[in-house]
């Protein structure tokens, strides 16, 4: 496993989140898609693939010229019951044929790895990888590559890219996420709908109030990520593979952001193309945009557009004015692009944007209509009967358009185009009473024969071309024969008929046995995926643990362990760091330390002081929330300590369990996608491994930046959303952390012998 090779072709990877999106993208020079199937995919509400469409897609990337690429999402986290369905897509996704998968689960990275071994596995921005540390450990547990969180800065990405030994894969278009990806319990806990598990209700998009009410706004709704021409910095840096997200988004985006990226990365466009490239893309789909945190921090209001949602389109212009006769009224503008019928139209209103379509178009001199207007010239443009009261001055965007859709159409690929060709070697043998075939793939063998009464050829120069070219056409069935071997001792002639009737009874067989060889292979993983339940580790002590913060005032507690949670901020403070635990020591049975959720690069090494200097002092208990901390633990203590896994890792079934195990970790903190059946189960399944959190206020955003809002009171604020309930925001140790308001509470099943309340 490595970074890019040196000269490689950075990778333009598109989203497909259907089939004619995956056609567009591939039409407008996208290198890759990735795109998810009907189940376990972090986009569940996209269009999707069906197997017989994953294999067709694959087919047709795999021959284009040059190959182009397909991987499959199947990142969000699963239950028990579920791991047989992982089995059944790795299956499907194995046959098709598939460039690799990308994953947050470690239970369906284990089955991969386990039984699909020749299926390459990426660790997706859900596994919240966002320094080099971490991108080491996914390496470590056979990833081939790490999609790297949104939040980072160039340098930053640059470095784990220089460091890690493994390929990177950045974000530069689409939509963003206030918090962190992987971190966001926002849905699930007020809606029910997990983002990890791939319903999210999009939170972070609605309105939010005052708790007056007498204040609203949209304070986490985010700007689009557009990079640009910055993607040349990364396509120098080495970094393997540029993603634009988009599963959601149409054929026509997917087209439209594939061509602009495209020709930015291809350096042979002039600056106008380019441009017109972009305002193509933004009637298509467009928010305000923002590079987030790739050039270093920015201001909120430079990341978050608090006062609108949802597309705004291409600006056209402004209403220089508005006016009105028997034919209706009108409003009249100078575009700076062409406009035509049919071309949809938005105006900026305030609290929601006006939009219509073009129906009438008509010059202001003479009045005389027109299809199109050309830039720069006035013109008059009808309005709709029930249009509202619009403003001179208010900008006009392009929300559509018409020229748009005909420079992105493309030619469809043809049905011999989506057909596999598997490729395989073929024996063809003549005998005067038989005719027979065999051919291998893969370490597979099948063969077909069928009875003849054969005479002397009349020709037998001509007996190889005959059977070449009957098997030429093996690719209508799935397979090609890429070697012929013809065995003719007696220089028979055996007539096409009979060689087209052997050719389709040798693609039957093959089809027969790889269909067998693979419910055998799945047949066997479904045997396999009972995991033995990992068994009692006591160096965490059973009963209650409370986690707080490492800043609050020591008390006495009535628990068998105190978990002490220590920000980036107390690291860097060695001294007063080991002051601080050695007071609460003196009131707690047990310590375990709980190290900062977020460490970026240049944290690391304050962190890994402080461990050590934690050791120093006798503490061996720790617990940890993400990859990165877990291999700085091992790399700096060794084995002698205990470890609990934070819910941020996720340990949803029993087989993640038994990954986590295997790193070390000797119990892990349920998440909060875990429901009370799933608690229950997990529970009575591993009651010494699985621990519920029966109190907490959880951090439903973990984010780089302040939310947008006018309403600050003190160091924090107080939120209300549609539904009535309260948040919490504040900032703590340079994030900013959304909780609801009032502790979170869930019914404790009667086999857990361990138990955590939250106090954070």
């Not at 059977?467 to 071997?485: H, I, K, L, N």
Request: net charge neutral; proline share 6%.
């Amino acid at each position: 496993m490595k970074t890019k090779d040196k000269g490689a072709r950075t990778e333009l990877l598109s989203p497909a989140g259907s089939f004619e999106c995956a056609c567009a993208a591939f039409a407008f020079g996208a290198d890759a898609v990735y795109l998810g199937l009907s189940s376990h995919s972090a986009r569940a509400e996209a269009v999707n693939f069906t197997p017989g469409e994953l294999a067709s897609i694959c087919a047709y990337a795999h021959r284009l010229a040059p190959r182009r690429a397909v991987y499959v999402a199947l990142n969000t986290l699963v239950r028990d019951v579920e791991l047989g369905g992982i089995l059944d897509s790795l299956s499907a996704i194995d046959e098709a044929g598939a460039d690799g998968i990308i994953v947050q689960d470690l239970a369906v990275a284990a089955l991969a790895r386990d039984h699909f071994p020749s299926i390459p596995r990426h660790a997706s921005t859900q596994l919240f990888i966002h320094n080099a540390e971490g991108a080491i450990a996914a390496r470590e547990l056979g990833f081939s590559r790490v999609v790297l969180a949104r939040e980072l800065t160039f340098g930053e990405i640059e470095e784990i890219n220089r460091l890690s030994g493994i390929e990177t894969e950045v974000f530069i278009q689409g939509a963003l996420c206030y918090g962190y990806s992987g971190q966001c319990l926002f849905s699930a806990i007020a809606t029910g709908r997990s983002g990890n598990r791939g319903q999210c209700a999009y939170c972070c998009r609605g309105r939010f109030s005052s708790m007056d009410g007498a204040h609203s706004a949209f304070p986490f709704s985010m700007r689009d990520l557009s990079l640009g021409e910055a993607v040349l910095r990364l396509r120098d840096a080495g970094i393997a593979s540029l993603k634009i997200e988009g599963r959601m988004k149409s054929p026509l985006y997917v087209a439209a952001a594939t061509r602009l990226y495209r020709m930015i990365l291809d350096g042979e466009a002039s600056p106008r193309s380019i441009a017109a490239a972009r305002e193509d893309l933004l009637t298509v789909f467009s928010r305000p945009s923002t590079t987030l945190y790739f050039n270093g921090a920015g201001a909120p209001r430079e990341i978050i557009d608090p006062e609108t949602v949802g597309h705004r389109g291409c600006p056209v212009g402004a209403i220089e004015s508005i006016g009105g006769g028997r034919s209706g009224r009108f409003i009249r503008i100078v575009p700076e692009r062409p406009i035509e019928l049919h071309d949809g139209l938005q105006i900026d209103l305030p609290g929601r944007p006006y939009g219509f379509a073009v129906e009438s178009l008509r010059m202001p001199a003479t009045g005389r209509t027109v299809p199109t207007a050309e830039a720069g010239a006035a013109v008059e443009i009808a309005l709709p009967r029930d249009a509202p009261r619009l403003p001179q001055g208010a900008e006009v965007f392009c929300a559509s358009s018409q020229a748009t859709r005909r420079r992105l159409s493309y030619d469809r690929p043809r049905a011999a185009d989506l057909t596999p060709a598997r490729p395989v070697g073929v024996e063809v043998t003549l005998a005067r009473d038989s005719i027979s075939a065999r051919a291998s793939f893969g370490g597979m063998e099948a063969s077909a024969s069928l009875p003849a009464q054969l005479g002397p050829a009349k020709n037998p120069g001509m007996t190889g071309q005959a059977v070449e070219r009957a098997f030429s056409r093996m690719g209508a069935s799935g397979w090609s024969a890429v070697s012929m071997a013809i065995h003719d001792p007696d220089a028979l002639f055996a007539p096409a008929s009979l060689m087209n009737e052997l050719r389709r009874s040798l693609s039957a067989a093959l089809d027969a046995r790889r269909a067998e060889n693979a419910a055998l292979r799945l047949g066997k993983a479904k045997s396999a995926i009972a995991v033995a339940p990992p068994q009692d580790d006591l160096s965490v002590p059973h009963g209650e643990s409370f986690r707080v913060r490492l800043s609050a005032k020591p008390t006495p507690l009535p628990c068998a362990e105190t978990v002490l949670a220590i920000s980036r901020e107390d690291c860097r403070a060695t001294g007063s760091l080991a002051a601080a635990v050695a007071e609460w020591r003196g009131h707690a049975r047990q310590i375990r330390i709980a190290l900062p959720l977020v460490v970026r690069d240049n944290d690391l090494h304050a962190v890994e002081k402080a461990v050590k200097g934690l050791a120093g002092i006798g503490i061996t208990a720790w617990e940890v929330g993400e990859l990165s901390m877990l291999r700085l633990l091992r790399r700096t203590c060794g084995n002698g300590v205990s470890v609990v896994a934070a819910p941020s890792l996720y340990a949803l079934n029993a087989m993640a369990a038994a990954e986590l195990r295997a790193l070390g970790v000797a119990a892990a903190v349920l998440p909060a996608e875990a429901d009370a059946q799933d608690a229950a189960s997990l529970c009575e399944r591993a009651p010494c491994f699985f621990i519920p959190c029966a109190e907490s206020r959880p951090a439903m955003f973990v984010s780089e930046t302040a939310p947008v809002v006018d309403w600050e009171t003190g160091c924090g604020y107080m939120l209300k959303d549609a539904r009535g309930a309260t948040y919490t925001v504040e900032k703590y140790d340079g994030l900013w952390l959304t909780r609801p308001a009032e502790p979170r509470r869930i019914a404790v099943p009667p086999s857990a012998i361990r138990v955590r309340r939250d106090y954070f």
